[in-house]
């Protein structure tokens, strides 16, 4: 349960502030795929890495399964990014010396579990997006849609509740896009809550809701599932 | 995060970058290679050098003689000190250079006037015949002794007792031969001695040139230093005219130089390994650097401050660590080769190995910490955005 209340946050970017999001509130379900759509410069991404606990707000209270976001400490911060949110980016952000089963492995590391059960897990998801005859490869022996599967896997590792991806299909192409944006349809159907962000009103079409951000503020808000009923 | 995956990530980084790593480590290798070598070899010529003084005897007095031709001792006021204030033996000799020849052999050599007892208080060893008997010095025999290296420049061997040798157009019997001397400070090895009286008679000179004396034990060497500047004040009447050296004395400033040389040298091989640290530090920050990105997504997966300061803080003690392990090795064959070339007995100790692992290993630390926390308070949505 994602919880967000007049989210505010400011850049100084030389002499002139910039307000990336100016008042957001929002509030996401356990379960729900949201897209969150709007130009570039529009602050969707601040608002994502909000969400997923890698920059603070400046202003308004951000509440992530009941507990204030604010308070939490750096270590805390750090708690959840490895827990209970799993990163899909549109650079895919694997490491490159890295195989693809070591990058799915990294996370669990960082949990500190041992090496029977890390094997195992990495080993699953890396089975689930299709890449099991591919795990002892680097990722520049992949292709983007192969490389975008990993990343995926390696969101999943944690068994995370939600999974945040930032533009995931804006490097593939129409193809592999649709396999990604399938997958993440499959994930959603299991009980994973999704929030994606893009410009491209293909790919929101896929989310239950669409979020429309525009100069830092929401200015649509189209619900699916209750436009439906 | 355990800390034997961070010991892998460290290697696996490290290993990425072969040429950096290797050439980052040369910065230790080097500090560390002149540490065991220059602390071993200074520790083995100390330890060469004391034991050589103490070999010579550390009751032995020297007294050289610097007087006017008409100030001089004889041999018998010499040996009235025998005996008396704490001195037990007493020596003297005088020399020159001159050239000795055999058949057609001629080698510019010390020829060395001495009394009976020189071979006692000096220490010198015989490897053929005998040394001088009191005989030889009263009846001024034209008998000589020689250094190992002159027997064999001009006979080929050191068997050659009871051959001739010419000095200064004078004919001598060779009747002992003087084993090879290993002092660095004093060396027999080229000198022809010939009986004391026979020389002076040579070279018509009555001074002596020194006079040796042996203490009657170690705590009797302050008493017997002061009997002979008396003797040789009173003999003498100048201060001027003589030197009196103590052999303990010698040690002991010998003592004092070389520890001032150890701390030199290890305090010169310690700025190196300092400047090999700053070489870490440099590179470690170049590193970070580069790897923002990889922090970022570190980060982003769940790496808290302290797992990306644990691995960039191993990287650089691993770099040291192996850079001062391979200096060490390094170190133990240069060793050996300057034990060959040297001929000293050179030993790494475990200490000096101890102390060039453990002061790499402090570098690796005192460097890799700045760059290390630079990596860790990354905020890692700065990092991830870094391009």
Known sequence: MIELKDIRKTYIMGETEVHALNGVSLNIDDGEFVAVIGPSGSGKSTLMNIIGCLDIADEGTYKLDGNNVNSLSEYELGVVRNKKVGFIFQQFNLLPKLTAFENVELPLIYQGLHLGERKKRAEECLNKVGLGDRMDHKPTELSGGQQQRVAIARALATEPTLILADEPTGNLDTKSGKEIMQMLVDLNKEGKGIVLITHDQWVANQADEQIKIVDGKIAVHKDKRRAAK | ?387
């Open chain 2, 1 to 387: 995060m355990k800390f034997s995956q961070a010991l892998k990530m460290a290697f696996m980084s490290l290993k990425g970058n072969k040429m950096r790593s290797f050439l980052t480590m040369l910065g230790i290798i080097i500090g560390v290679l002149a540490v065991t070598l220059l602390i071993s070899i200074v520790q083995g010529a100390t330890s060469e050098l004391t034991g050589q003084v103490e070999d010579l005897g550390s009751n032995l007095l020297i007294s050289q003689i610097t007087s006017p031709k008409d100030v001089y001792l004889t041999i018998d006021d010499v040996e009235e000190l025998e005996g008396v204030g704490g001195v037990d033996i007493v020596a003297a000799s005088k020399s020159s250079n001159a050239t000795a020849k055999a058949g057609t052999e001629n080698e510019i050599a010390t020829i060395e006037g001495v009394t009976e007892k020189y071979d006692v208080i000096m220490k010198l060893d015989m490897l053929n015949g005998r040394f001088f008997a009191s005989m030889d010095v009263e009846a001024k025999t034209q008998n000589a002794v020689i250094g190992h290296e002159l027997a064999m420049d001009l006979y080929g061997t050191t068997n050659c007792v009871g051959n001739s040798i010419n000095v200064k157009g004078k004919d001598f019997t060779v009747i002992g031969v003087l084993e090879e001397a290993d002092s660095m400070i004093t060396t027999t090895d080229n000198t022809v001695f010939i009986p004391l009286l026979t020389y002076q008679r040579m070279f018509n000179d009555k001074q002596l040139g020194a006079i040796y004396v042996s203490a009657a034990s170690p705590d009797a060497v302050d008493m017997a230093e002061e009997t002979i500047e008396e003797f040789m004040l009173k003999e003498l009447g100048d201060e001027d005219y003589y030197n009196v050296i103590n052999q303990s004395a010698i040690l002991e400033v010998m003592d004092k130089m070389l520890g001032i040389m150890t701390s030199l040298l290890t305090g010169i091989a310690a700025i190196s390994l300092v400047v090999g640290g700053i070489g870490i530090m440099n590179i470690m920050l170049v590193s970070v650097s580069e790897r923002t990105r990889e922090i970022g997504i570190r980060k982003a997966i769940g790496a808290q401050k302290g797992d990306i300061m644990t691995q960039f803080l191993i990287e650089s003690v691993v770099l040291s660590v192996a850079g001062g392990l391979i200096g060490l090795g390094l170190g133990i064959v240069g060793l050996m080769i300057f034990e060959q070339l040297m001929n000293l007995d050179l030993a790494l100790t475990f200490g000096t190995a101890v102390l060039a692992i453990g002061f790499s290993a402090g570098v690796g630390i005192v460097f890799g910490i700045y760059p290390a926390n630079k990596a860790a308070n990354l905020k890692p949505i700065d990092a991830l955005r870094y391009e």
